[in-house]
């Protein structure tokens, strides 16, 4: 039986998820202690669903707020033992729930100008806790899979993350080539990189992108079965997670094919 459960359902509850993430990931945005590639803003896999990093309270004290996927709850906790607690399941607009965040961190002590377009949306919210459930169970075993796969690699690696602004889990391998580009008008300087990741949006699929994509070098390369090459929009390979449903060896697919993308990118990656 496959590890990774059904989610042709999801979309609506994911839209939520997406809108009330994008709400939490405003506090550490503006009170975590910034990282030169936003991994303070990004939220952590963790048994019970997604996790800010924690954050300096001005008594000292540290502060971190949870999306709980099994009691259906977004919580702020302190390291004290506090913890303030919403419902899921009430329906509240992205507005509502970035108030409500906002409000109750500012009780801890923490006030400051936060990216409110990151969350204000007035229109009705949908949830539906045992496709949240599902969710939690798909994204749990990803985030295992790709930590075997993280384990297995040397080098400069970032974390397992999911990112507010996409809704997405993924990980960074930085390879020793320095790459050169221009952005706002600028010339910005960056290490060359390979990503793999999971998205749960429609449609539903898992990605490994490398940094700069040498086309020419990786097109013609054979990819794992239900693999394949993307470079429309964006430049590099796609595994639907369709493939994988109903598949004894979903888990050996899935690790395959972040190894194998890993093999072919990596000459085009190295100095």
């Not at 936003?38 to 000292?60: A, C, E, F």
């Not at 994509?213 to 990786?218: P, S, Y």
């Amino acid at each position: 039986m496959s590890l990774f459960p059904s989610l042709e359902n999801f979309e609506p509850t994911r839209q939520t998820l997406h809108l009330y993430a994008q709400a939490m990931g405003v506090v550490p945005r503006t009170h975590a202690t910034p990282h030169s590639k936003w991994w303070h803003i990004s939220l952590r896999v963790v048994p019970h669903g997604l996790q800010t990093t924690t954050m300096s309270l001005p008594d000292g004290g540290r502060l971190w707020l949870e999306m709980d996927l099994q009691h259906h709850t977004l919580k702020v906790q302190t390291a004290a033992g506090g913890t303030q607690a919403i419902s899921l399941q009430e329906g509240a607009t992205g507005t509502e729930m970035g108030d409500w965040v906002l409000t109750a961190v500012a009780q801890h002590g923490l006030q400051g100008e936060y990216a409110r377009a990151k969350f204000e949306n007035d229109q009705p919210r949908d949830y539906d806790p045992a496709e949240a459930e599902k969710f939690l169970t798909a994204v749990t075993h990803v985030h295992r899979i790709f930590n075997d796969h993280r384990n297995q690699l040397t080098g400069n690696i970032g974390p397992i993350q999911l990112w507010p602004h996409n809704f997405d889990l993924s990980m960074e391998w930085f390879g020793t080539r320095t790459v050169t580009y221009e952005e706002h008008g600028q010339l910005q300087e960056s290490p060359s990189q390979l990503n793999l990741g999971f998205y749960p949006g429609q449609p539903i699929y898992f990605y490994s992108n490398p940094f700069p994509f040498a086309g020419e070098q990786l097109l013609d390369k054979e990819l794992p079965a239900g693999a394949r090459w993307h470079t429309e929009g964006w430049q590099g390979t796609m595994l639907p997670y369709s493939e994988l449903l109903d598949d004894n060896k979903a888990e050996t697919r899935l690790r395959h094919f972040a190894r194998r993308v890993y093999e072919l990118a990596l000459p085009t990656l190295l100095a």
